[in-house]
Nanobody, 123 residues
Framework: QQQLVESGGGLVQPGGSLRLSCASS????????LGWFRQAPGKEREGVSC????????KYADSVKGRFTISRDIRKNTMYLQMDSLKPEDTAVYYC????????????????WGQGTQVTVSS
């Protein structure tokens, strides 16, 4: 059974850091394009960051550029999102996703999704 499981969410003060993990079972992440998405209440799901396995290219939403970093550990079959200098507007449920030959960093291009983990940035 193919499954992605996120962890690492929680409550953090503005300016703090969190590292989200996404462990895969049944999917070899080395063969997929990867993405992190988030959805705040009343808003659409938006792409935070994507990684293309073919050329190791990454993309970040303008709102997180310079603060967030996407990465993966092939041996652990796990992907990560390091989030630094967090802001209240980063509060959302964060989802990891995997897809085959993803053209753009859009949720509709990804086939496999985790269940989501809540990130709350508040003092």
């Amino acid at each position: 059974q193919q499954q992605l499981v996120e962890s690492g969410g929680g409550l953090v003060q503005p300016g703090g850091s969190l590292r989200l993990s996404c462990a895969s079972s049944g999917l070899e992440l080395n063969y997929y394009d990867l993405g992190w998405f988030r959805q705040a209440p009343g808003k659409e799901r938006e792409g935070v960051s994507c990684f293309w396995m073919y050329d190791n290219r990454t993309k970040y939403a303008d709102s997180v550029k310079g603060r967030f970093t996407i990465s993966r550990d092939i041996r652990k079959n796990t992907m990560y999102l390091q989030m630094d200098s967090l802001k209240p507007e980063d509060t959302a449920v964060y989802y990891c996703a995997a897809g085959a030959v993803v053209g753009s960093c859009s949720a509709r291009n990804f086939n496999y999704w985790g269940q989501g983990t809540q990130v709350t940035v508040s003092s």
